[in-house]
């Protein structure tokens, strides 16, 4: 009896100490393997905020509600949500003080759309818009109302 006491206890022990073996093994993997990651968020970041930035010189006010139409916005097209996600965020915070809300909203309107889904917008959604092209996939959307 008192034998079986002890081998259990025995494995108690050992199974701790590979436990806390194991545990400290893959502290140390984590904290060395990323030590020698390079920093590649950064560079997309800044692109992202020299980008806004132009839509920001395109846009006429400083203050105010200002519309983000993106791939969301199309019925039919396939996009990664959190990709699109981060961009509404990081073009949020690119052009504070200014307010983005998603979709046509107001008379202006950041447009993060390539050439052909852009045309597709502007089809299922008819109006009187003057579209100012800042680079690349953005364009800034003034709605002129009713003609």
């Not at 139409?69 to 073009?91: C, P, Y």
């Amino acid at each position: 009896m008192k034998s079986s006491r002890t081998l259990i206890s025995l494995a108690r022990i050992l199974m701790v100490a590979l436990l806390t073996v194991f545990s400290l093994y893959s502290v140390y993997q984590m904290v060395f393997a990323s030590m020698h990651i390079g920093d590649t968020g950064s560079e997309r970041l800044d692109l992202w905020e020299a980008d806004m930035q132009l839509v920001r010189e395109a846009l006429p006010l400083e203050r105010g509600v200002v519309g983000y139409i993106s791939e969301e916005d199309l019925e039919g097209v396939e996009f990664a949500f959190w990709d699109n996600e981060t961009e509404f965020m990081l073009s949020q915070y690119a052009l504070a003080p200014l307010i983005l809300k998603k979709g046509l909203a107001g008379d202006w309107n950041v447009v993060v759309l390539k050439d052909a889904d852009l045309k597709q917008w502007l089809e299922t959604n008819p109006g009187n818009y003057e579209l100012i092209k800042v680079k690349g996939r953005f364009s800034v959307l003034h709605d002129l109302g009713k003609p």
